[in-house]
């Protein structure tokens, strides 16, 4: 196993300026214990510039670490942690079998392979195959994190541009499950995979999905790469995402009765008086767009649904003979 990942688990068991002090005016944050700063509601200034400082650290510190990843239909985030090449992502990121692109935020382009995913926890490993060094992000402990700590987000929102930056978000820490941070760090369609750090510029997350609204997203822990590092880095692929067909727990999942392409997001069936059926939607649309939120792919709208509740309305976008159409449509 990986050095990197057996220290971890010996521990665990543009410019922002006004923007930032605007954003920081509008939350309520915290630092984690190592700033020596309690939590607390910004009170001056001076506080809100030590944070803004702080931030742009992080950036600066991070930044190239942030890719995009591409099977060459969908594309998604991730964060590369050895000079070696190893980029951690999202397991729903990690489509195709084929060779990915890595881009990286300065344009440059390298090739990788896949390697493992654990679908149950939304956690997938890519290795690039093209020779380093490259730029590498600081792997922390997740659990080190306290509700209401402040984190800062990377991704490649909305796909990879050339000659922008992944934007730069902030937030705070709203709580934690078995393997996942919970935080008002608001993710779009693209960030995916992305990293999560802390303010002393440690990676401890990775973007998996968003809650019932953009400001509730959820981000696998460290620990699990750690935990689960042997199986993946051997290419093992275990576990499934939620369906639209729902869980066999018990209860009744929403459903929008079409059958999705995972990659493409292609309706390749609609089922007779079904929600989408109502709206409208047919066999050939593509899914394109999920109540504002743009998709990564079919997995990434199966994964939306599966989040919503029955009863929920959503608004959708699908593309139809190269047009762009709305829909609206109740699940249930």
């Given at each position: 196993?990986?050095?990197?990942?057996?220290?971890?688990?010996?521990?665990?068991?543009?410019?922002?300026?006004?923007?930032?002090?605007?954003?920081?005016?509008?939350?309520?944050?915290?630092?984690?214990?190592?700033?020596?700063?309690?939590?607390?509601?910004?009170?001056?200034?001076?506080?809100?510039?030590?944070?803004?400082?702080?931030?742009?650290?992080?950036?600066?510190?991070?930044?190239?670490?942030?890719?995009?990843?591409?099977?060459?239909?969908?594309?998604?985030?991730?964060?590369?942690?050895?000079?070696?090449?190893?980029?951690?992502?999202?397991?729903?990121?990690?489509?195709?079998?084929?060779?990915?692109?890595?881009?990286?935020?300065?344009?440059?382009?390298?090739?990788?392979?896949?390697?493992?995913?654990?679908?149950?926890?939304?956690?997938?490993?890519?290795?690039?195959?093209?020779?380093?060094?490259?730029?590498?992000?600081?792997?922390?402990?997740?659990?080190?994190?306290?509700?209401?700590?402040?984190?800062?987000?990377?991704?490649?929102?909305?796909?990879?541009?050339?000659?922008?930056?992944?934007?730069?978000?902030?937030?705070?820490?709203?709580?934690?499950?078995?393997?996942?941070?919970?935080?008002?760090?608001?993710?779009?369609?693209?960030?995916?995979?992305?990293?999560?750090?802390?303010?002393?510029?440690?990676?401890?997350?990775?973007?998996?999905?968003?809650?019932?609204?953009?400001?509730?997203?959820?981000?696998?822990?460290?620990?699990?790469?750690?935990?689960?590092?042997?199986?993946?880095?051997?290419?093992?692929q275990w576990g499934r995402l939620p369906s639209l067909a729902g869980d066999n727990d018990g209860t009744k999942p929403p459903r929008m009765g079409i059958v999705v392409d995972r990659?493409?997001?292609?309706?390749?069936?609609?089922?007779?008086?079904?929600?989408?059926?109502?709206?409208?939607?047919?066999?050939?649309?593509?899914?394109?767009?999920?109540?504002?939120?743009?998709?990564?792919?079919?997995?990434?709208?199966?994964?939306?649904?599966?989040?919503?509740?029955?009863?929920?309305?959503?608004?959708?976008?699908?593309?139809?003979?190269?047009?762009?159409?709305?829909?609206?449509?109740r699940l249930r």
């Amino acid at each position: 196993m990986s050095v990197l990942f057996r220290r971890l688990r010996q521990r665990a068991g543009e410019s922002f300026g006004a923007i930032l002090l605007a954003a920081a005016c509008a939350i309520a944050f915290s630092l984690s214990p190592t700033t020596g700063l309690a939590q607390q509601s910004p009170a001056s200034i001076q506080q809100l510039r030590e944070i803004e400082a702080k931030v742009k650290q992080v950036v600066a510190q991070n930044m190239n670490a942030c890719v995009s990843i591409s099977d060459g239909i969908g594309a998604g985030s991730g964060v590369v942690v050895t000079e070696g090449g190893l980029v951690l992502t999202a397991g729903h990121v990690m489509v195709g079998q084929g060779e990915y692109q890595i881009l990286f935020p300065d344009g440059r382009t390298a090739r990788a392979k896949p390697l493992g995913k654990n679908l149950d926890i939304d956690a997938g490993m890519v290795q690039i195959i093209d020779p380093g060094p490259w730029p590498v992000a600081k792997i922390g402990k997740s659990k080190s994190l306290s509700e209401g700590d402040w984190v800062v987000l990377l991704g490649h929102s909305g796909g990879f541009e050339l000659g922008r930056k992944p934007p730069v978000r902030t937030g705070k820490v709203l709580g934690f499950n078995e393997y996942q941070i919970e935080t008002d760090a608001v993710l779009i369609g693209g960030d995916s995979g992305g990293p999560l750090f802390n303010l002393e510029g440690e990676l401890v997350g990775i973007h998996s999905s968003i809650g019932d609204s953009i400001a509730e997203n959820r981000h696998v822990m460290t620990e699990i790469f750690a935990r689960d590092y042997d199986r993946m880095k051997r290419g093992e692929q275990w576990g499934r995402l939620p369906s639209l067909a729902g869980d066999n727990d018990g209860t009744k999942p929403p459903r929008m009765g079409i059958v999705v392409d995972r990659e493409t997001g292609l309706v390749k069936t609609v089922r007779d008086r079904s929600p989408a059926s109502d709206a409208g939607i047919k066999a050939g649309d593509i899914a394109r767009e999920f109540d504002g939120i743009r998709l990564d792919s079919g997995s990434h709208l199966i994964r939306l649904v599966k989040e919503k509740i029955t009863g929920d309305v959503v608004l959708m976008k699908f593309e139809r003979n190269g047009r762009l159409l709305d829909f609206e449509v109740r699940l249930r």
